[in-house]
């Protein structure tokens, strides 16, 4: 005796209406698995403890204390090396004029003299 596919279907509703699940009768992949997981995110970020004071909030909040950050003093010596061999960052423009100095111009041919 066959049961009517109808009938297995009600079931199939029924059991997915109990068990809370989701009802996919042809059985595509719809990723409900993935979504149905916990989420990692708050669990790995508080794995990692909170940074609460840096060298630079003390530096702040007492200017007279002299302080050493490591760091920072890494990171000037870096761009003084590159300065020293000409590959620094440009000097800024001070002025209106300075800016506008090099912008818009073309630099004329050389003509040679006849």
Not at 30 to 35: A, E, P, Q, R, S
Not at 66 to 86: I, S
Not at 88 to 102: C, I, M, Q
Request: glycine residues 4%; charged residues 35%.
């Amino acid at each position: 005796m066959a049961i009517p596919k109808s009938r297995i279907l009600d079931l199939l509703k029924v059991q997915c209406r109990i068990f809370s699940t989701t009802y996919n009768p042809e059985r595509l992949r719809t990723g409900n698995k993935i979504l149905r997981q916990r989420l990692k995110g708050p669990s790995v970020a508080s794995y990692y403890p909170r940074k609460i004071v840096t060298i630079r909030d003390v530096q702040k909040l007492y200017p007279d204390l002299e302080t050493w950050d490591d760091d920072e003093e890494d990171r000037l010596e870096h761009l003084q090396v590159l300065k020293q061999k000409g590959k620094g960052a440009p000097k800024k423009k001070r002025t209106a004029e300075e800016s506008k100095k090099f912008t818009g111009r073309k630099k004329k041919p050389a003509v040679a003299p006849s």
